[in-house]
């Protein structure tokens, strides 16, 4: 297939048992000489977004609809979903058990209970034998993880994840010394500036903004809510440059950007 143009992109995923087009947003030129990589947990696409730029044709899959997922997607249970057919994997099980946030709730007993997905997601990621990431909280039981910050990539969030991948990659230093204090404080009640963005909760007050939370991420097509739980697409392009040449088998580039 050649190049398609965005305006008449018809790539067709299933949300709700029902078949729609992918949304047109953000989509750009797919051929057939892109590798696909299935998005398991895919969210708003944040981690999406990152792959597809790195050079991959992008199929999500969530348990809940995502009308602003940015390519071909289909609302289904990631721990059943067929794996045939793709390439490449990426996994984003949900991170709350090992959240820090729920750690506050346990000591004041009103944690609850979140379901353990990481192994199994892991055991169906190893049969197919293809290369695949992990992504979660960084107290989260992954094997071998590099650590990804905002700061390594230029960005105004550290948003520090932890990414388990089935072959090897440099973690990037983190860069927090670049930061300026010009940003709203990251609590109500701080009273003074905060050298990166939240992006995360609500109420900070004047300057909190959706327009401040989508510079800060690299994230234009989604909501504050969907921000808040949102990868940077900077990390899955790195990520998927590294991929591309495992998949290719042949030394990685330079690249000045990262």
Not at 87 to 95: E, G, I, L, Q, R
Not at 113 to 118: A, K, Q
Not at 151 to 173: D, T, W
Not at 245 to 256: F, H, I, R, Y
Request: glycine letters at 8%.
């Amino acid at each position: 297939m050649g190049a398609v143009c965005p305006e008449t992109f018809d790539s067709r995923g299933s949300q709700g048992g029902e078949t729609y087009p992918a949304s047109p947003l953000l989509v750009s030129a797919i051929t057939d000489m892109k590798p696909r990589l299935l998005d398991l947990f895919c969210g708003a696409g944040g981690a999406a977004m990152g792959y597809h730029r790195a050079g991959f044709e992008v199929v999500g899959v969530d348990i809940k609809s995502q009308p602003r997922f940015p390519f071909e997607f289909h609302q289904a249970d990631a721990l059943t979903f067929p794996l045939d057919g793709f390439d490449a994997y990426h996994a984003s099980p949900p991170c709350q058990p090992w959240s820090r946030i729920r750690n506050l709730n346990i000591h004041q007993g009103i944690a609850r209970d979140y379901p353990e997905m990481i192994e199994p997601v892991r055991q169906r990621l190893l049969q197919t034998g293809c290369p695949y990431i992990i992504e979660n909280v960084p107290d989260a039981p992954l094997h071998n993880p590099i650590i990804l910050c905002g700061s390594s990539f230029g960005l105004h969030v550290r948003r520090h994840r932890a990414f388990e991948a089935s072959f090897a990659m440099l973690q990037p230093p983190c860069a927090h010394y670049n930061y300026v204090r010009d940003k709203p404080a990251l609590h109500r009640h701080q009273g003074k500036h905060s050298s990166v963005v939240g992006c995360y909760g609500s109420g900070r007050g004047a300057g909190d903004t959706k327009a401040l939370w989508s510079r800060a991420m690299g994230i234009t097509w989604m909501t504050k809510a969907e921000i808040a739980q949102a990868i940077p697409p900077a990390y899955t392009e790195y990520i998927g440059r590294h991929l591309l040449q495992v998949l290719k088998n042949s030394p990685l580039p330079a690249v000045d950007r990262f």
